[in-house]
């Protein structure tokens, strides 16, 4: 069977709930930080000499989540590998290539997995640091300003207070910027990057069998709603390793020789380029729906075009956009000081959860994922 990353999608998906109970513990602290003491007329005095407490507090949190979420994405890269081998199995198991795999007991390659780990955690030792400076540094913001409010009488102190608490908490923890320049909250961060590394750890673990059976060609599915960056490989057949670039190549047929006094029989086979290429160039990154298979010369056929009239990938970012509403309204939630703010955050999570489904029933070929609407365990 061919190899995705949607195979791994479900691993990422336990791994981000580890960073949005974090971001919620986060946002809780900050609340009780600012509400303790908030009729004191020494308030801002005692925040001040409390930010010690605050950060000690903050880098508990994420210690934690740094040793769980190492922890367990080591546990789902071990498991998308396997996943991945396991594909190839079924995929070749019918020919003779592959009978063989089909007797032996297939373990994950531990140089690999332990590679694909130890790259997500020198990727993500940064990120604990800063989300450590970005909550410090609002609690020691929102202390001023609130001050400040309170001194020209624009507003009430919880009134300043919970001004900044939605804004902290509309966005949640932020700042984190891809290798495209793209900014991402935390938990979208942390999902986004796992989903990378273990869709890497599956198509790692099915090229790596067919590498060990003399398999050098793969050909990549015909997805529908493919972005930009995924276009120019869709159908396509790329080698597994050899120069990049378009070629033509002499490869033996799969199934058929030239008989015993004949010579070996070659079929044509248009390469686009190779596997590390086209990946280089954005194919199969986070949310990706393409798949690659063994491509067998003279066996395999190019998959058929799948088209989806009337939904866009614009169609599908607008889903994105919506979900990620609906989960800044429900850190809103978690952020209020009071029933009345805590109720009106909800009446917003229900209009963007309105949206989503108006979304979903007006494009047939979108499908609302419930999880991505949600932000840890509620409060």
């Known amino acids: 069977m061919p190899v995705s990353p949607a195979m791994a999608e479900n691993l990422a998906a336990a791994v981000r709930k580890l960073y949005d109970d974090a971001e919620l513990t986060l946002i809780d602290k900050l609340r009780q930080a600012l509400e303790d003491g908030l009729e004191s007329p020494l308030w801002a005095e005692i ?28 546990e789902a890269l071990a498991t998308a590998y396997g996943r991945g081998r396991q594909a190839a199995v079924a995929e070749l198991g019918a020919l003779d290539i592959g009978r063989e795999l089909q007797a032996r007991r297939q373990l994950p390659n531990a140089p690999a997995v332990d590679r694909l780990a130890a790259s997500w955690a020198a990727d993500t030792r940064p990120l604990y640091a800063r989300i450590t400076r970005a909550v410090v540094d609002f609690f020691r913001n929102t202390v001023t300003r609130v001050s400040a409010s309170v001194l020209l009488g624009t507003m009430t102190r919880r009134q300043a207070s919970q001004q900044a608490l939605n804004r902290f908490a509309s966005r949640g923890v932020s700042g984190f910027t891809d290798s495209a320049g793209r900014n ?16 890497r750890a599956a198509i790692e673990g099915h090229t790596d069998v067919l590498a060990e059976l003399g398999v050098g060609l793969v050909i990549v599915s015909d997805a529908p709603l493919e972005c930009e960056l995924c276009r120019p490989w869709e159908g396509e057949v790329l080698s597994l390793d050899g120069p990049p670039g378009p070629r033509t190549v002499q490869a033996e ?25 086209a990946r280089g160039a954005g194919l199969f990154h986070p949310n990706c729906r393409h798949s690659l298979s ?19 990938y614009e169609d599908t970012q607008r889903q994105r956009a919506i979900e ?47 999880q991505r609407e949600q932000i840890g365990a509620a409060r």
């Open 324 to 370: 990620r509403h609906i989960r800044a309204w429900k850190r809103r939630q978690a952020a209020a000081m009071d029933e009345a703010a805590r109720r009106r955050a909800g009446q917003f999570v229900r209009k963007w959860q309105a949206e989503a489904r108006k979304n979903v029933a007006a494009h047939p070929d979108l499908r609302r994922k419930p």
């Open 294 to 312: 063994a491509y067998l010369p003279g066996v395999t056929t190019r998959p058929p075009h799948h088209g989806t009239p009337g939904t866009t």
């Open 184 to 199: 991402w909250e935390l938990g979208a961060y942390a999902e986004m990057a796992v989903r990378s590394v273990t869709a």
């Open 47 to 74: 925040k001040l000499r409390s930010i010690g407490d605050l950060r000690a507090a903050v880098e508990e949190v994420t210690e934690a989540l740094q040793a769980d979420a190492n922890g367990a994405v080591a």
């Open 253 to 277: 047929h799969a199934i058929q020789d030239g008989g015993l006094f004949s010579p070996t029989r070659t079929v044509p086979v248009h390469v686009v380029g190779s596997l590390l290429e």
